[in-house]
């Protein structure tokens, strides 16, 4: 009985130990697995920071076009009123050649 005993014991301390290397073995791949997945985050995390710098640039970029736009808008307002403004003269002078031409043939 007791040989009986001691080889379930034995029998016992096999199986913990089967167990035991089974769940180290699971831990070592949990481990290499979370390993990867950090990776992984610190790789997407990278990937968000370049592109927060990309849009903070073209935030930048936007800014000034948009800056540039109103400049020429301005510009060209301007332009606007000084075209008329040549125009109106432009008929002024003419009127008053045609004036002087009908003048000089009296």
Known sequence: QKDAHVNALTRQR??????????E???????????EL????TKLVQQGEQEAV??????AQIQHLEAQVAELSQQ???L???SSRLRRETCDVR?????LQAAAEK
């Not at 073995?25 to 390993?35: A, D, F, G, R, T």
């Open 14 to 23: 096999m199986e913990l130990s089967t167990n035991l290397t089974e769940l």
């Open 25 to 35: 073995l699971k831990l070592h791949q949990m481990e290499l697995e979370n390993s």
């Open 38 to 41: 950090m990776r992984e985050r």
């Open 54 to 59: 990309v849009q903070k640039q073209q935030a």
């Open 76 to 78: 060209s307002t301007a």
């Open 80 to 82: 606007d009123s000084e």
């Open 95 to 99: 009127r008053e050649c045609q004036s």
